[in-house]
């Protein structure tokens, strides 16, 4: 998904590579990872790949942007506290986290001392008002925590080693006691209570691709999805796996359950739409009428009104319902963006090499260039090709990152130290990070 994912935005920039003014192809597709409600007041945000964060306040059936302060345009992971107000915390692949504390309104990066800013999954462990939320998530190469003080720390032993291309990012916390954080990727499902210290693997699961938890609260379930090896369930008493019968060989994206009745649970599926049980799992229909694509990302309800569903899919963007599935009704897509719409979305100051963010900053070395063939970065002195994909150079050990893309780059020994050289000094500048 994330390799596609990865052609789909080099293919639908390339031809912007190199001109002055870029502007994209008129593109009328939307992918959505991911939909969280806002369950003080009926507000719903959603990430995407290609139009930003988007914020509805009438029920899913109109969307607008919602990336002030965002540097980045590709979204994969989201979260938000049932607090009032709430916290939301948005993960970008590539540009790192960002947390917004008026309703998406605007959001401030949080990226000092984070290692890998692509961001795939993340979980809040709310605090008391005033206090530092905890926050757990899964980057492309690593795991990390914030400490009480808010800094990044990692927080991965136990789990085996990230292979390179590991995907289908899935994590939870669970409230137990003892509180635990439950993380399901493409080598199986771990789980590690909050203060424990190292993660196990559930071996039912081992190398087997987990793609979505959910939990149902009510009866202390946790419910795990898979890539087409079924379905199943454990209760906090019981801790055995139940597999569920029903439909065979679902490549589960999404769980979600309805709070008020928790015998009704609709699963996204990659393909295959969206099926619907109300009897706990047993028997299980499809809920596709009206749907007019079947790869399902993300899934949201809206627990004050459960009838109320929007699906999130990787081209078609939103379809809602208001019958609890029974039919859906796409959403029209947002008008197509132009590369200098989506500069001034983001409120990225596109003055270059000469604007704010090069003063006192130290030399780039000509071997940069290299750096920004896939990917671009959120200062613009150093995003020589304007691409929405952009990396934060925070401050952070920089050594891993580079040695990781230097192959990809094909960088020589000496560029590869002098560009390390150069992000260390240039996170360490004046004006190198913070919007
Ligand atoms: C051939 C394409 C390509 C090139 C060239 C490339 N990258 Fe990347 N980069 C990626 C992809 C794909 C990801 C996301 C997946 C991942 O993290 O591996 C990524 C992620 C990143 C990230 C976020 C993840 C992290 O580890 O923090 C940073 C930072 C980054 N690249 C820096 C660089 C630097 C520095 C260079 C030049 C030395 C570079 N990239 C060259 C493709 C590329």
Not at 131 to 151: E, I, Q, V
Not at 156 to 164: A, M
Not at 183 to 193: D, I, T, V
Not at 231 to 240: E, G, K, T, W, Y
Request: proline share 9%; net charge neutral; glycine share 10%.
């Amino acid at each position: 998904m994330r390799l596609l994912l990865f052609f789909l935005l080099f293919f639908s920039l390339r031809p912007a590579f190199g001109a002055d003014q870029p502007a994209l192809p008129p593109e009328r597709t939307l992918t959505i990872h991911q939909i969280v409600g806002d369950p003080t007041n009926h507000k719903f945000y959603a990430i995407t790949s290609n139009y930003g964060a988007l914020t509805s306040s009438d029920g899913g059936r109109s969307w607008q942007t919602a990336s002030r302060g965002l540097r980045s345009f590709t979204h994969h992971a989201l979260a938000i506290t049932s607090t009032e107000p709430p916290r939301l915390y948005l993960g970008a692949w590539g540009g790192g986290i960002y947390r917004s504390l008026d309703r998406g309104g605007h959001w401030t990066e949080m990226n000092e001392g984070l290692g890998n800013t692509a961001v795939d999954a993340l979980v809040i462990d709310p605090r008391d008002p005033g206090a530092t939320d905890t926050l757990y998530l899964a980057a492309s190469t690593h795991f990390y925590r914030t400490a009480p003080d808010g800094r990044w720390t990692l927080y991965e032993d136990g789990l085996p080693p990230f292979p390179e291309d590991i995907k289908f990012k899935s994590l939870l916390l669970l409230p137990g006691p003892p509180k635990t954080v439950w993380y399901g990727n493409s080598q199986g499902l771990f789980s590690r209570p909050v203060d424990g210290a190292r993660w196990s693997e559930e071996p039912r699961f081992h190398e087997v691709r987990v793609s979505a938890l959910a939990y149902d609260a009510k009866n202390r379930r946790l419910w795990v999805g898979t890539l087409g090896k079924g379905l199943f369930v454990r209760d906090d008493q019981n801790p055995a796996w139940r597999p569920l019968a029903g439909p065979t060989g679902l490549w589960i994206n999404a769980i979600v359950i309805d709070p008020s009745h928790p015998a009704t649970v609709y699963l996204g599926t990659r393909g295959q739409g969206i099926y619907k049980s109300t009897d706990g799992g047993t028997a299980w229909a499809p809920a596709n009428h009206g749907l007019e694509e079947m790869d399902i990302r993300s899934l949201a309800l809206d627990s004050s009104n459960p009838a109320l569903l929007l699906a999130g899919t990787t081209s078609q963007g939103f379809f809602r319902s208001t019958n609890g599935g029974d039919e859906w009704t796409q959403v029209p897509l947002l008008p197509a963006l132009s590369m200098d719409q989506i500069i001034a979305m983001l409120g990225i100051d596109s003055t270059g090499p000469t604007g704010a963010a090069a003063k006192n900053a130290p030399a780039v070395p000509p071997a940069f260039a290299k750096c920004n063939r896939c990917h671009g970065w959120t200062d613009p002195a150093l995003n020589q090709k304007h691409t929405y994909w952009r990396m934060p150079p925070n401050r952070r050990d920089w050594k891993p990152t580079v040695d990781r893309m230097a192959q990809r780059a094909g960088l020589t020994p000496a560029e590869q130290s002098a560009i390390t050289e150069f992000l260390t000094a240039y996170s360490q500048h004046d004006a190198g990070s913070g919007p």
